[in-house]
Each structure stands twice: as structure tokens, then as C-alpha cells.
């Protein structure tokens, strides 16, 4: 069953007169249980794409649905507070915040039930990460760029939601660290029923993916 549905999806940026079109009719759904990897050049309109799915914009034309539902009957802070996770090629953590601070900050502001004993939780999730109970007690900014990312990872899984986005998660770790990125995503869609879709530059990232989609002229060509 589709968890993502976007139909007839289009969106312009107004130049005067003009009309650019970076997405142009997308017809498209994501389905939990896979890895999703969107490729394309520099301006096709990825990063525009992953902002209005993860409500972080307001759809011009066409429809996005979660679940058969869509957005438009939607605040848009509840989609993103209860329905999606989103992980940041920057990481965007609190920085005075130790790790288990910072997931704990999502598991606060989210209406979605969570185990009453958070702490523990968040201390379990950052541990299943690769974060030990150590440095999740550090504050995030003496952790590594890796560290930092599986910090951001856990905090989008912390509010129990089944969609998770992420925009360019590998572009500031090395290569190792990015293939462990990778796998955990990949375990995140196979081993626990997730919707994974991730915006990537690397060819490297994309040939991991159950299917890539590959923005050209507004539209996706799809390889599965």
C-alpha cells in the first residue's frame, strides 16, 4: 500500500513575467518497506520535491496524500511533527544539546504515542545507531560528522513515524561512514517496514536503492 501518493504534482518559481517549472506533473507513490533514491542535476528540483513531501512548502498544484489523505487537509506542522522524519545533509541538531537531548526534543513535540519511559528509549535508539551510551551524552558538537548524522537519524525514527526523508545524508561524511549511513537505511526500509527516500548526488548511494528516480525536465525517469 502506497504511504505517499503525489499526483499531478507541479511547481514553478515566478521570474517577472516567467514561469519556471522545476516539477512538472508527477505522477508518483512511495511504498513503506523500500529504499527510495532520487537523483538529477543541480537545479532539476530534487530538494524542491523532498520539501513539499516532507511538508516543509505548500503544494501549488496537484495533490500530495499520506495515506489517501491529502495534505491540503492537513496542518502542515502536524505532518511534519507526526508523520514524517527528516534528516538534513547539515544534521541541523541543537548544538548545545547533548545527542540524547536532541532526540529527546522530538519525542516531546510529537503527538504520536511514545513509550513513557523516553529516556531509556532514546538512549536504545541512539545505541541500535552505533552511538554509545557515552557519547550520547556529549553534546553533539564533539561528536564526528558521521556520529552527528546517526544522531539525526535517530531523532527523525524517535517520533514513530513510518516516512523517512532524507536530503543528501552522505554529503558531509566520508566514504566509509556513507556506506554505513546506507546500511542503516537500507535495514531501516527492509528490516523495519520504513519508507526511506533520500536525495543524492552519489551514483554510489543510488545503487543501493530498491528503485531510483531520476528527476529530468520536471518529471521522473524510473529505474527499478
Known amino acids: 500500500m502506497a504511504v505517499i501518493t503525489v499526483k499531478n504534482l507541479s511547481h ?13 506533473e508527477i505522477n508518483y507513490s512511495f511504498e513503506k518497506g523500500k529504499f527510495y533514491c532520487i537523483l538529477g542535476q543541480s537545479g532539476s528540483g530534487k530538494t524542491t520535491f523532498l520539501s513539499l513531501i516532507g511538508a516543509m512548502d505548500s503544494v501549488q498544484s496537484g495533490t500530495i496524500e499520506f495515506e ?3 495534505y491540503q487537509k492537513y ?12 534528516v538534513f545533509q547539515s544534521y541541523n541538531l541543537i548544538p548545545h544539546m547533548t545527542a540524547l537531548e536532541n532526540v529527546l526534543v522530538a519525542m516531546t513535540i510529537t503527538e504520536n504515542e511514545i513509550p513513557k519511559d523516553k529516556v531509556n528509549v532514546a538512549y536504545n535508539l541512539l545505541d541500535y545507531l552505533g552511538i554509545t551510551k557515552t557519547k550520547a ?8 560528522g558521521g556520529e552527528q548524522q546517526r544522531v539525526a537519524i535517530a531523532r527523525a525514527l ?3 513515524v513510518d516516512v523517512i ?3 543528501e545524508p552522505t554529503g558531509n561524511v566520508d566514504e566509509d561512514t556513507a556506506e554505513d549511513i546506507v546500511a542503516i537505511f537500507k535495514k531501516l526500509a527492509h528490516e523495519h517496514n520504513k519508507c526511506v527516500i533520500a536525495v543524492t548526488h552519489s551514483p554510489q548511494v543510488a545503487a543501493e536503492a530498491d528503485i531510483v528516480l531520476t528527476l529530468r525536465k520536471g518529471n521522473f525517469i524510473v529505474n527499478e
Not at 514553478?12 to 512538472?24: E, H, I, M, P, S
Not at 551524552?137 to 564526528?144: A, E, K, P, Q, Y
Request: hydrophobic share 30%; charged share 30%; proline share 2%.
Open 165 to 167: 526523508l532524507a536530503d
Open 68 to 70: 489517501g489523505k491529502p
Open 75 to 86: 496542518d502542515l506542522n502536524t505532518i511534519r511533527r507526526n508523520l514524517i522524519g527528516m
Open 137 to 144: 551524552d556529549r553534546l553533539v558538537t564533539r561528536l564526528s
Open 158 to 160: 524517535a517520533t514513530n
Open 12 to 24: 514553478y518559481y515566478q521570474d517577472g513575467d516567467y514561469r519556471r517549472y522545476v516539477l512538472k
